[in-house]
C-alpha cells in the first residue's frame, strides 16, 4: 500500500486567439499511487478541490439531481 508520493505543481503557458495566453497548473499524481488499490478516484470521477489553511482537499463532487 502506497500512502504517500512526492510531486510537484506543473505550468504550461497556452496561448489563445490573438496574443492572449493564460497559464495551466497541473499536479502529477504517480501512477503507483493512482494503481493503489486504496485510492479513492477512478478515471474521468469529477472532483472538487479546497484550500483549507496550508493543504488541498480532493473529494468526489457530489451530483447534480434534476427535480423530477
Same mark, same amino acid.
Given at each position: 500500500? *502506497?500512502?504517500?508520493?512526492?510531486?510537484?505543481?506543473?505550468?504550461?503557458? %497556452?496561448? @489563445?486567439? &490573438?496574443?492572449?495566453?493564460?497559464?495551466?497548473?497541473?499536479?502529477?499524481?504517480?501512477?503507483?499511487? *493512482?494503481?493503489?488499490?486504496?485510492?479513492?478516484?477512478?478515471?474521468?470521477? %469529477?472532483? @472538487?478541490? &479546497?484550500?483549507?489553511?496550508?493543504?488541498?482537499?480532493?473529494?468526489?463532487?457530489?451530483?447534480?439531481?434534476?427535480?423530477?
Amino acid at each position: 500500500m *502506497v500512502a504517500k508520493a512526492d510531486t510537484k505543481l506543473s505550468v504550461a503557458k %497556452k496561448k @489563445v486567439g &490573438k496574443g492572449r495566453a493564460y497559464e495551466a497548473f497541473t499536479i502529477y499524481l504517480p501512477s503507483v499511487l *493512482v494503481r493503489d488499490s486504496a485510492f479513492p478516484f477512478k478515471p474521468k470521477d %469529477k472532483l @472538487v478541490v &479546497k484550500i483549507q489553511g496550508e493543504r488541498l482537499l480532493v473529494e468526489k463532487r457530489k451530483s447534480k439531481r434534476s427535480p423530477s
